[in-house]
């Protein structure tokens, strides 16, 4: 009798371990660290992307996106967004590790660029409808990145904040800067479906500047959907919206990394194991 019930035990324990392990990990790549160099025919004026991701920046795109080298009062082409070694979260300047920066100060960049730039990097893949779905990923606000704060800093040569202040000296200006993580389904076509989250990690995720003076502070943030009908793929998104110039103190780009994205197990899973315990007690108190 004792061997019967616990061959049932550890029918029920066994049952319960699809629940609880680790849930399978749906992107490639979500560190950064692999980068693609193909097709980068000059590395001095185009960038590289992360394996598997797409990155897109305005006003260029990111690939190919010429980086030409500032010239005061002449032509220069902004670089919204890149890999880069010192963006890593976990080991930041060393060989072979990479995050993904935010150049919020090349948006209004006095005297040279009118208007905000964007950078967002992202990656579909196969999803279900009526499976919930757990996006995770971390940032990094530096000290004086303009969408970790409400208004510009008065002193910012941002070229909107400077016509302002001609106009209403002392009155500060909204920040234009928006810092999101989106969880997004998509239909066959590519349409965005219902139950789609897009996030704002300074105003609903509650993320700040860092002062950097003790290091950096990254941040973790989670989404969790469920995947609505005709769902045929899940994307998930990382970006800095209408990024512009506020004040380097000490600097002030966004730094993403770290993403990752599980199909959370069904709850019928551990209902089984649950059934299975229950029938454990059953007998024991039948005998």
Sequence with gaps: MKRMLTLLMLVGLLALVPAFGQAQELLTNGNLNMIDEDGNPNPALYYNEPVAWEI?????????????????GGVYTPYAGYVAGFADRLNPNVAGF????????????????????????????????GQLYRF???????GGYAGGVEFLDLLSPNQRNQDAQAINPGVPVAALTDTIFALEFLDGVGAVLSNSI????????????????????WIQHVLTAVAPPGTVSVQVRAGMIDGEFNIDAPNQ???FDDFSLTAIPEPATWLLGLLSLALIGMVRRTR
């Design 56 to 72: 897109v920046t305005a006003p260029c795109s990111y690939s190919p996106c010429a980086i030409l080298p500032y010239v005061p």
């Design 98 to 129: 990479s995050g993904l920066i935010g150049a919020a100060f090349e948006g209004h960049y006095p005297f040279e660029i009118t208007g905000p730039v964007d950078v967002a990097i992202e990656q579909s893949v196969p999803g279900t409808a």
């Design 136 to 142: 995770s990923g971390w940032a990094h606000f530096e």
């Design 198 to 217: 897009v996030y704002e990690l300074h105003d609903d995720g509650g993320q700040q500047n860092d002062n950097q003076l003790d290091g950096r502070t």
């Design 253 to 255: 780009s966004v730094f």
